[in-house]
């Protein structure tokens, strides 16, 4: 490794490249077997009473959740109290959808068990009470599967959720009362706080992120309720302290349950220098964390500013240790991609999209960024020649995405063409039958 005052001013200029860019703000923590390299604090947590992020900034963590989630239910199959082969209908029942009998604890564990997300369009006009876990199983037993159990993988927060059930069922107790006697009391993580937030709003760092049409939108992590898939705050020192428990010792899991966990035999056979990495982040906030797990080094990036920049620049940190020079960072894919269209026009986007979309979440579909734009331009612009113009591209790049042929139909319909709409709604069964939009609008023109 570098020398440690190089090695600084490394991830200093890093860190400089995106703010300069203005799309990070937050905190980044580097340490080396526990031991603090680097931590440092960026940007405003509060732009509009200009209070600015520090140390101690309590941050969304998003995803991270999940890992607190799944130690709980390892450590009950420990302790004999379930099996990871037991059915999900052992412990809740009311399914409506036949096939969720087949489910397991392995398959909501491993993102297998054919359950979607529960953040469908009308989840956000719900209020809070309506957002808990418990209210979300009882909502999710009205879903269909999206896929047979075990055939297919499909990273889903509502396994998650649904986990978190079963945590309360088998122990008696409130999954949040279980994180804590088992994770957050016994680590001392005296930062991280699970569902009650009262007090803490002068440390909680408020997120931002840019509309599609380049306009800073706001977003607070109490607007919506901590479940077992994402929400609880806390601060980087607090996330590496629990994270080097996970990998390294045996405080939260046995060396009993590591030795036949699939995810921690891969661990084993990772190179030397590797890092594993745990996210989460949703609008306005973006956390990421790489354990090197042979030499015990742990990158934490939190900012509250859009995803994904807290993966880009943990990343670049990581090549940075590994010995590499990270390419330079760019803007988000859709700002990108705005600013290509406004100053070159849809042939220059369609010439250069691959390059226009490199700072993009790896395991988002592609096809989103100018579905997100067109609807953009569509419903905040009222421009309804750009939108037809952005899904028309789409279907271009995209034919076999049905999603892409409803949106354009939609546009089409806005703009006057009937009778191409309909085409475009046509093909969108034709890849999906069963798509509900498409199925209504085609139902509300009388169109078989």
Avoid at 16 to 28: A, H, T
Avoid at 234 to 239: F, G, H, I, L
């Amino acid at each position: 490794m570098t020398q440690p005052n190089v090695f600084q001013t490394q991830i200093e200029n890093i860190i400089q490249d995106y703010i300069k860019l203005d799309i990070f703000s937050g905190v980044v923590l580097v340490a080396d077997k526990g031991e603090v390299l680097f931590h440092q604090a960026y940007g405003l947590a509060d732009r509009s009473a200009n209070r600015k992020n520090t140390l101690y900034n309590l941050f969304d963590i998003g995803s991270m959740n999940k890992t607190f989630t799944s130690i709980v239910i390892k450590q009950l199959e420990n302790e004999g109290k379930l099996s990871l082969d037991d059915n999900l209908t052992d412990y809740i029942d009311g399914f409506e959808d036949p096939s969720v009998k087949h489910v397991t604890i392995a398959h909501l564990l491993s993102h297998t068990s054919g359950f979607g997300d529960y953040h469908t369009p009308d989840y956000f006009d719900l209020p809070k009470n309506e957002k808990s876990l418990q209210s979300i199983i009882e909502r999710a037993k009205t879903f269909q599967l999206n896929f047979e159990p075990g055939s297919e993988n499909d990273y889903s927060n509502l396994g998650y959720v649904i986990l978190g059930g079963i945590i309360e069922k088998v122990t008696g107790a409130s999954y949040f009362r279980n994180v804590k006697d088992r994770i957050v009391d016994k680590l001392g993580l005296e930062n991280t706080y699970l569902n009650d937030f009262e007090g803490l709003d002068n440390r909680i760092a408020i997120g931002y992120y840019y509309s599609p049409l380049g306009k800073l939108e706001v977003s607070t992590p109490t607007q919506d309720v901590p479940n077992p898939d994402g929400g609880f705050l806390s601060t980087t020192a607090d996330v590496v302290k629990f994270y080097r428990s996970y990998y390294n010792d045996t405080l939260l899991l046995s060396e009993k349950i590591k030795a036949k966990d699939p995810f921690f035999q891969y661990l084993k056979k990772m190179k030397p220098g590797e890092g594993i990495m745990a996210a989460g982040g949703f609008d306005g906030f973006n956390s990421a964390l790489f354990q090197i797990i042979d030499e015990d080094k742990t990158i934490v990036v939190f900012a509250n500013m859009d995803e994904p920049v807290a993966e880009r620049i943990a990343m670049d940190i990581l090549s940075t240790l590994q010995g590499k020079i990270p390419e330079k960072p760019k803007l988000p894919a859709i700002q990108s991609v705005r600013k290509a269209y406004e100053k070159g026009g849809i042939n220059y986007v369609k010439s250069n999209f691959n390059d226009l979309i490199t700072n993009f979440h790896p395991t988002d579909p592609k096809d989103i960024i100018l579905n997100a734009l067109g609807y953009a331009y569509l419903f905040e612009a009222n421009d309804v020649s750009k939108a037809v113009e952005l899904f028309k591209l789409n279907i271009e790049l995209f034919p076999d995405v049905a999603n892409c042929y409803d949106s354009y139909g939609e546009a089409l319909l806005q703009k006057g063409d009937t009778i191409n709409g309909i085409k475009a709604y046509k093909k969108a069964l034709e890849l999906n039958p069963g798509l509900p939009s498409a199925i209504h609008v085609l139902n509300e023109l009388d169109v078989n």
